[in-house]
């Protein structure tokens, strides 16, 4: 009876938004992929991925290989890539979602992966052939600031660069990877 009760206020709450878009001249937001996800269409398709990674500005930077692939999800709203690989000699799997926000128009993405098995968010926008990402994350206990910028060099060939700051200004590279499209 409580849950019967929770749907029909849900239902009627619903309406009364639709009425009151519509007393007021407002349609309701647009739906269906953003036409900026179709900027991101050249990531589409089957990858080589040479990496390297760091902990910080000292270290060594650790080499691997991986592949990733990456295509359209939920009608184009949504850009999903899948990489497998290795990192510091460990087998290591993550996914990203990529979709645009109409509200804050920019980009965002969610990554999760097998290593830290937590989701990390960041945001930002196209700039020529670059996207400039920034977001905030935790390792170790330690919250820190990350930056990533993916450049489309080619129409094969994308190099994504991860930089990290413990406080905000004085960021390093902690990860480059180099996407070259297989075929």
Not at 13 to 42: I, N, T, W, Y
Not at 78 to 84: A, D, K, R
Not at 150 to 159: F, G, I, M, P
């Amino acid at each position: 009876m409580k849950t019967l009760r929770i749907l029909a206020f849900s239902a009627l709450l619903l309406s009364a938004c639709v009425v009151s878009a519509q007393e007021h001249g407002e349609g309701m937001p647009p739906m269906g992929a953003p036409e900026q996800m179709k900027s991101l269409d050249f990531l589409l398709g089957e990858w080589d991925v040479d990496l390297m990674v760091r902990m910080d500005p000292s270290s060594e930077w650790m080499k691997s290989k991986g592949s990733a692939k990456t295509v359209r999800e939920l009608e184009g709203c949504v850009q999903g890539m899948h990489f497998e690989g290795e990192m510091m000699g460990m087998p290591f799997f993550g996914k990203d979602t990529m979709t645009y926000n109409r509200e804050t128009q920019q980009f965002e993405s969610f990554w999760i992966d097998s290593m830290s098995a937590h989701a990390s968010m960041s945001h930002g926008n196209w700039d020529g052939d670059k996207m400039v990402m920034n977001g905030t994350d935790k390792a170790m206990g330690q919250d820190y600031h990350m930056r990533t910028t993916t450049t489309k060099v080619s129409a094969k060939e994308v190099l994504f660069v991860m930089e990290m700051s413990m406080d905000g200004e004085n960021y390093f590279d902690s990860m480059k990877m180099t996407y070259r499209k297989k075929g």
